[in-house]
């Protein structure tokens, strides 16, 4: 490609609009598709949401649809549902995230040790985070019922249980139960985060810590732990959020059952648009859920401000 | 003398006496304690799976034994059989449902992040900043935010039980990440390349194709695969926007073999792997760039 003088010299036309008016106008074209994308999936949905949340709008009875302002949202105000799900997503979330950055810790301290199939130990731990979520919910269903399932029968023979247990559907195990299960599907995810913080942090520290005669607990709790701060932060609150609004678990294992002790907000609003048909008062329940995703990402970018490089 | 070299005959000129010996814990820590947990650690991920395994190859009678039969007697392949050939729940449909929606969501949202994801690295205009924060924001919305919005939206327009509505539908959450990751890749091609390239007669797009997209290209095939492997486990908008049997993809389709009268476990175990070995495959490939990338993701923000 011999970019001659001459071909240079042959004056273009000049242009219609200048050079830097041209990038500017070919940068919005590039972005055009990604806009008429998120429009139609996101940005238009939401106000629909919006529009929707005024109105009595239940599809199986259309006779009763009418613009009632600000009524669903009283009604969400007396709705106890509503207030026992909000609990319930606070119990879940923390329950979920606490035990998943317990595991995922030691299991990032462990893969990060050399040992021989380090590469086989590694894929296996993460294949419970992998899986589709409606796979995760049928095998601990599975694991968990009652007559056939593998859990009552170990532990039976093991002597801790005297009698069957029906897991998802004793009210005051359901919840535990499904905790459980999202302890399994999460640790991977802790796990591998931690994994990549570890090995970014210098070997040259270790040394020079233990030649100051530090002890192995020493160095974790002056070494380790400050230089991973950044990752566990940004590891924990984007897994807050995430759980928070992680229905499929619940909505396949138990349907927020029973008697909604494993209810959070992110089924109700999914129950309600799916199986009730409500649609405006599910719009209502979209946008409380909106609020609380937006305060919860204006505090993420806040916690996570200043954190630039850690991987 | 290399430098490396120079180290360690330093090392080695102060022998052991520098090193204090490993203490009791030290040797307790990476002995017992890391095989145990190795162990552990091994058999909490995968011992479901391979109880889920042992079961699709069970025949009925073994499934329902008294006591509980551990390992089947003889293998057989019936329950794998029966779920890809079952006119009530035929996961043969189910996967090729999976394929196509995954496949066209994979090319769509690749081709769409590619262009935004350039413009976001390269050009400089006002609101990138913004932009860029939208994308990371959006990462973290809920589906089921959007479901009775897009319910509403897809059966105004008609296209409940199509696979536009899927397809569509899919973008609200691959495109954000895709995009977000490959705005990284492509911030982390020098410009000169690009810049010789433009001299030389190449347009814009010219120089995207030829010389930044060969470049990007291990990035952009995982997040290709990244947003065929959400699509393929993707489970709410498949279940609220299809309502026929033959629409339904794998994740919609198992569920939807629960909500018959009762469950056929030796099948639907049978379904649970054909659902799960694509992924898993695809995952073990992605593994490396998609742990780069979700760090590095999460932390630009």
Redesign the interface.
């Known amino acids: ?1 011999a ?1 001659s003088p001459a071909s240079v010299a042959v004056s273009l036309p000049r242009p219609l609009l200048s050079r830097r008016a041209r ?2 106008a ?3 074209l ?2 055009l ?2 806009a008429l ?2 429009g ?3 940005l ?3 106000l ?2 919006m529009h ?1 949340s005024l109105y009595r709008h239940v599809l199986i009875r259309p006779q009763e649809y009418g613009f009632i302002g600000l009524g669903n949202y009283a009604r969400l105000l007396h709705d106890e549902t509503f207030w026992l799900t909000l609990w319930n997503s606070l119990v879940w979330v923390f329950g979920s995230v606490g035990f998943q950055f317990l595991g995922g810790f ?2 990032a301290l ?2 990060h ?1 050399s ?1 021989r199939g380090r590469a086989f ?8 985070w ?6 995760v919910a ?6 968990y ?1 009652p007559n ?1 399932g ?1 859990l009552n ?1 170990l532990l039976l023979r093991l002597g801790v249980l005297r009698d069957r247990v029906a897991w998802l559907s004793d009210p005051s195990l359901a919840m535990p139960a499904v905790i459980a299960t999202n302890v ?1 599907r999460g ?2 995810f802790f796990a ?2 931690l ?3 570890l090995q970014a942090i210098p070997d040259e520290l270790y040394e020079a810590a ?2 100051d ?1 530090a ?3 020493q160095r974790f709790r002056h070494v380790t732990l400050p230089l991973l701060r ?2 566990i932060i ?2 924990t609150a ?1 897994r807050i ?2 759980t ?5 678990l619940i ?2 294992m138990t349907s927020g059952g029973p008697a909604n002790a494993t209810q959070i907000t ?2 109700y ?2 129950l ?3 199986s009730t048909l409500d ?1 405006g008062y ?2 209502t329940l ?1 946008v409380v ?2 609020v609380i ?2 305060t ?2 204006v505090l ?2 806040r916690v ?2 200043g ?5 | 003398m290399s430098a490396p070299d120079r180290r360690r005959a330093a090392a080695g000129g102060a022998p052991r006496l520098t090193r204090p010996r490993a203490d009791w814990v030290e040797r307790v820590l990476s002995g017992p304690v890391l095989w145990l947990g190795l162990l552990a650690l091994t058999l909490f991920a995968l011992g479901p799976f391979v109880w889920v395994f042992l079961t699709s190859l069970k025949t009925r009678a073994e499934l329902y034994a008294t006591p509980l039969q551990y390992l089947p007697g003889r293998l057989t392949a019936v329950n794998y059989v029966d779920a890809w050939t079952s006119k009530l729940t035929p996961f043969s449909r189910f996967f090729a449902n999976s394929l196509w929606v995954s496949s066209v969501t994979m090319v769509a949202t690749t081709a769409v992040s590619i262009l935004a994801g350039y413009a976001l690295a390269r050009f400089r205009f006002a609101g990138r900043n913004v932009l860029l924060l939208v994308f990371l924001a959006t990462q973290m919305f809920p589906a089921v935010l959007l479901i009775a919005p897009l319910l509403s939206q897809w059966y105004a327009l008609g296209l409940i039980d199509t696979y536009q509505a899927l397809i569509y539908s899919n973008f609200s959450f691959t495109v954000p990440f895709t995009v977000w990751m490959l705005v990284g890749y492509f911030d982390a091609i020098p410009r000169e390349l690009e810049e010789s390239a433009l001299i030389d007669g190449c347009g814009r797009f010219g120089a995207l194709c030829r010389v930044v997209l060969p470049l990007a290209a291990p990035g952009v095939a995982a997040t290709a695969i990244f947003a065929f492997v959400t699509s393929w486990s993707e489970l709410l908008f498949a279940i609220t926007f299809t309502t026929q049997t033959e629409m339904r993809t794998l994740s919609a389709g198992l569920l939807f073999m629960v909500g018959q009268y009762e469950i056929q476990w030796g099948q639907l175990s049978a379904g649970v792997m054909i659902s799960t070995v694509p992924v898993a495959i695809l995952f073990t490939y992605l593994q490396r760039h998609l742990i780069r990338g979700l760090s590095a993701g999460a932390l630009k923000g």
């Open positions: 490609m970019s990038e500017l070919t940068g919005y590039y972005l598709p990604v994308c998120l139609g999936t996101i238009f949905p939401i629909k949401a929707m030691a299991a462990l893969l040790q040992f130990v590694r894929t296996v731990t993460l294949l419970p992998i899986v589709p979520g409606v796979v049928l095998v601990w269903e599975w694991l019922q056939y593998v029968d399994w640790v991977p591998i985060m994994l990549a913080g233990r030649v005669g002890s192995v607990l950044p990752i940004v590891a984007t959020i995430w928070f609004n992680y229905a499929d909505f396949v992110s089924t609003t999914l309600t648009a799916y649609f599910a719009a979209s859920l909106l995703m937006l919860f990402t993420y970018l996570t401000r954190i630039d490089s850690v991987a």
